[in-house]
């Protein structure tokens, strides 16, 4: 049964305005993370007209501030060979535990055998197998990775992922926290967790892709390799062309005569292959097809549970208090279908406080999927009037959603990110971030936030280019702060999902995190932790279901 009682380690504090309001939209972004979409429509529509100057001067439009939006797509510069190795860095140094473990598999394993590859057959054990724990213990158990042959493992690498559980009668998590897991680089792991709640628990562990698959993710998206994403644009010319961030890389395409269609002001890259007229045409509308999936070897059995997960935990309650921050606990767990923030217990009335904390403010959003969706709801839970253009096919169009009375005055801007962009629409509909950032307007006496997250569209391409783009990004956050220091910036991390190349959006989750760390009014969401606890697309279990609180931050 589930735990009934309130976590102890509560510590009750008093927040700012300011501080209020952020919290209120990290706590409504987090909502939103659990209903992103995976496909999406693709068909070829009509060429969008040109927007107005004056609309991207007005508040009350949902051009507001895209005042670059007519130089996307224009060619930049004249046909020619281009390179873009410069462009690339070492992003390796941000995880030196695989590389090491990358080592010892190809010395061990040269003819890469499936059969020696890490297996279901891997073992969980506890630590302690005591009969019952309290409340403030930290629950040990040791993994032991193993190959088809049953054989230990002997270097590390491998991704396990493990949470600590309950279910209601109906199978919905109402209670859980996420594992941390230690690599000793020797086959073996440590998994350790918090017990902050009262309650019989469900220890599970996933293994969800072995090293030999990394191994082979990191080859798919190294430099010199196509990435299976194909973009066609449509020309002004009518032409249809081949586009991407780097053709270059690509077998065949080394030595075409390529269009520069990249941000002028970033040198943020982007090419088309030369139409056959000659002439590098402006690009009227992009579309995108996926053909990765249909190459991806059998580099695992699908993320599966190992031998010894889903052993019941019972956790009695105790009458101290701990302090939580010395038990390595992640940002938040979850209990009684409340998120709590694991230095903080206190819940607070959902709407109506929220709606004082952003009164006099405008809330700037910027990304993909998540992002558009987490504006839906914030329009829908504020009861905000949402306009802009059709969204129907190409939803990544601007947006904006305004209280429908003056005495709240709460206003909040979408806007899509810059290629790649995996779904359909003029250049218009993907505006950069740094150029958005750049034209935010920031009125005396009202509050700016900045909401952005880029990831799974770049997900398949060689992580320096992303690296690059967050470069851009930070560079122009700074420069934004040095004109309004108070304008607050958070940073939408990833999640996790339920799919094998899960390890590819962790990978960067930590370039991102990376990225934007110790920046001052720059507040970085960690949503890892919470969707270990409820990965998405488990719609039918706790993602469609749980009621959220505030996690303070």
Same mark, same amino acid.
């Given at each position: ?29 987090? #909502?939103l ?9 693709? *068909? ?8 107005? @100057?004056?609309?991207?001067?007005? *508040? =009350? ?13 224009? *060619? ?35 003819? &890469? +055998? *499936?059969?020696?590859?890490?297996? !279901? ?5 506890l ?56 690599? &000793? ?30 191994? /082979? ?13 194909i973009? $066609? ?11 991407n961030?780097d053709?270059? $890389? ?40 996926? !053909? ?6 059998k580099?695992?059995?699908g993320?599966v ?10 956790? !009695?309650?105790? $009458?101290?208090? #701990? ?15 409340? /998120? ?19 009164? =006099? ?5 910027f ?10 709801e ?6 905000l ?9 190409? /939803? ?26 995996r779904?359909?629409? @003029? ?32 997900? #398949? ?12 990004i ?13 304008t607050?910036?958070v ?11 899960? /390890? ?13 760390? +110790? ?21 039918? !279990?706790?993602?469609?279901?749980v009621?959220?609180?505030? @996690?303070?931050?």
């Amino acid at each position: 049964m589930c735990s009934a009682s309130k976590p102890q380690n509560g510590v009750d504090e008093m927040l700012s305005k300011k501080k209020k309001a952020f919290a209120a939209l990290v706590t409504i972004g987090i #909502f939103l993370i659990f209903f992103q979409m995976l496909f999406f429509d693709r *068909p070829l529509l009509k060429i969008y007209g040109q927007v107005k @100057p004056s609309e991207t001067l007005d *508040p =009350n439009s949902p051009y507001y501030g895209n005042i670059y939006q007519d130089r996307y797509g224009q *060619p930049v510069r004249n046909a020619s060979i281009y390179t873009n190795e410069t462009y690339y860095t070492d992003w390796k140094q941000h995880f030196p535990e695989i590389i090491l473990s990358m080592e010892k598999y190809k010395l061990q394993n040269p003819t &890469h +055998n *499936p059969k020696a590859f890490t297996k !279901s057959t891997s073992t969980v054990s506890l630590e302690n197998s005591k009969a019952n724990f309290k409340v403030g213990d930290t629950l040990v158990a040791h993994i032991q990775a193993k190959d088809g042959f049953n054989q230990d493992k002997t270097f590390g690498g491998d991704y396990f992922r493990a949470r600590l559980i309950c279910r209601s009668p109906n199978g919905t998590v109402t209670d859980g926290i996420a594992c941390k897991i230690e690599d &000793h680089l020797n086959g073996s792991y440590t998994l350790r967790v918090p017990l902050l709640m009262a309650g019989t628990f469900t220890l599970e562990v996933k293994l969800v892709i072995p090293v030999e698959g990394i191994d /082979w993710f990191m080859n798919f998206t190294s430099i010199h390799n196509n990435k299976g994403l194909i973009y $066609t644009a449509t020309l002004q010319t009518k032409e249809e062309v081949q586009c991407n961030i780097d053709l270059n $890389t690509y077998d065949g395409y080394e030595d075409k005569l390529m269009c520069d269609y990249g941000n002028p002001r970033d040198g943020e890259p982007w090419f088309c292959l030369l139409p056959p007229s000659g002439k590098c045409s402006p690009i009227t509308y992009l579309v995108c097809r996926e !053909s990765h999936r249909q190459s991806f070897p059998k580099v695992s059995d699908g993320i599966v549970q190992i031998e010894g997960s889903g052993r019941q935990i019972t956790v !009695s309650t105790e $009458t101290f208090n #701990f302090d939580a921050t010395k038990m390595h606990a992640p940002f938040v767990y979850l209990h009684q279908g409340y /998120w709590m923030k694991t230095l903080n217990s206190k819940l607070v009335t959902f709407r109506e406080d929220f709606r004082k904390c952003l009164e =006099n403010t405008s809330v700037y959003m910027f990304g993909d999927s998540t992002m558009r969706q987490f504006f839906q709801e914030l329009a829908r839970i504020f009861n905000l009037a949402i306009s802009g253009p059709d969204s129907t096919h190409v /939803w990544q169009q601007p947006k904006i959603a305004q209280s429908k009375d003056t005495s709240s005055n709460i206003s909040f801007y979408y806007r899509g990110h810059g290629p790649p962009f995996r779904n359909p629409g @003029p250049p218009s509909s993907r505006p950069y971030i740094t150029d958005s950032i750049d034209n935010i307007k920031v009125e005396s006496g009202r509050q700016v936030y900045v909401i952005f997250t880029i990831g799974l569209h770049p997900l #398949f391409y060689e992580p320096s280019l992303y690296i690059r783009r967050l470069s851009v990004i930070k560079k122009t956050i700074i420069r934004h702060h040095k004109l309004f220091p108070n304008t607050i910036f958070v940073v939408k991390g990833m999640n996790v999902v339920e799919w094998n190349e899960e /390890w590819l959006i962790l990978r960067y989750e930590v370039l991102l995190r990376d990225a934007f760390k +110790n920046m001052p009014n720059v507040f970085y969401l960690k949503l890892w932790d919470m969707t270990v606890v409820a990965p998405l697309y488990q719609r039918s !279990s706790s993602a469609a279901s749980v009621t959220f609180a505030r @996690p303070y931050v």
